[in-house]
């Protein structure tokens, strides 16, 4: 039930930085309407789950000497390459441009990770 719960949070967190984005002017986020849209946003979260683990632990691993060269700084450059490259391949949400990615990475983790703290943990712990 858990991780049905940290799905519906990444799903809620990517519409608020969808939002977040054009409310601040921010291209490069697209989102079919409709069902279309729904069906897209729920299958880019699974789709950014799945590239995350399976293939982010190898690229962090290839890139792990620039990213200590600029003090952990080029991690936000790979989170943006995937969010961008998930959004490349998952009909009914497209994301384009390097200034999207950059932010859609770094407000969904915000995001996510608030509402994960605060949602997820206070149930955990009543467990």
């Known amino acids: 039930m858990s991780v049905l719960l940290r799905w519906a949070i990444s799903v809620l967190a990517l519409v608020v930085t969808v939002y977040a984005a054009q409310a601040l002017g921010i291209q490069g986020f697209a989102i079919a309407p409709g ?3 729904v069906i897209g946003v729920t299958i880019f979260v699974l789709a950014l789950g799945i590239a995350n683990a399976v293939l982010r632990p190898v690229v962090k691993l ?3 000497p620039v990213t200590c060269l600029t003090f952990g700084l ?5 989170n943006a390459f995937f969010f961008w490259l ?3 391949f998952v009909p009914g949400f497209k994301v384009s441009g390097a200034v999207a990615p950059l932010f859609g990475s770094v407000v969904m983790g915000v995001v996510g990770g608030l ?3 605060i949602l997820v943990s206070k149930r955990e ?3």
């Open 115 to 117: 509402l994960n703290n």
């Open 35 to 37: 069902t279309a849209g």
């Open 125 to 127: 712990r009543k467990i």
């Open 62 to 64: 290839l890139t792990l």
């Open 74 to 78: 080029f991690s936000l450059v790979v």
């Open 86 to 88: 998930v959004g490349q």
